[in-house]
């Protein structure tokens, strides 16, 4: 397989963190629509505060974004609900779901039944790192609202930096926010936002590995030393 080549060297990516390290998530945005254009692609849960914030935000300077969903057939009611009502009030107009090769029923045939249960890597893979790949297909940028306070994990995520993954630049315009200046914006600005986040849940994936009422990303796959499904590490 081909592999891309960076479009910043590891020097000029360096000076784009110091650059942004004390700059607005606007004007982060703002670079990033203006650098990448139409190879630009935001990637949308519907489910926390800060991907509906960078929604509003890149919206505001180009609502024809490309906007993908990763859809596992897990999702919360109350997230189709959210992407239902947010679509149209931020008028996104280029939104496109995603969804895995094997239906739930195929992957039960060929992996066992409630495979989250045994291996949650595996069904990450399978059902959100595929479809994301083929989501930032033929992309050079991907914006996502990635905070450094959301996790130890990502206590040192860069605001620009290469995936090697996905092949593509990634953008996280969000990450000196902490979660009061988020919701702030998010209040703000009438941002809709997914119900649960009022009913005890902090962090919102799929149904079955979502827990309320623990704080930060230890609501997700309890019983496992795993807090990212994969797409962002």
Known sequence: MQVSTPPFSAAALEALNDR???????????????????????????????GMAILHMVATLKPDVHVFVLDTSYLFEETHETMRRA??????????????????????????AALWMRDPDRCCELRKIEPNRRALAGRTAWVSGLRRDQ???????????????????????????????????????????????????????????TLPGVQGRAGRWQGFEKDECGLHT
Not at 157 to 182: D, G, H, I, M
């Open 20 to 50: 942004f390290e004390s700059a607005s998530p606007h004007e982060i945005v703002a670079w990033a629509v203006e650098t990448f254009g139409e190879g630009l692609a935001v990637g949308a849960s519907f489910g926390g505060a800060s």
């Open 151 to 209: 996790s130890e994990g990502r206590a040192d995520v860069a605001v620009v930096s290469w995936n090697e993954r996905f092949e593509v630049v990634k953008v996280n315009p969000l990450a000196n926010w902490n979660e009061k200046q988020t919701w702030q914006y998010v209040l703000e600005n009438q941002v809709p936002y997914n119900p649960l986040l009022d009913r005890g849940y902090s962090s919102i994936g799929c149904y079955n590995c």
């Open 87 to 112: 679509v149209p009030a931020l008028g996104l107009r280029d939104v496109t779901v995603y969804r895995p090769a094997l239906s739930h029923e195929e992957q039960a045939t060929r992996y066992g």
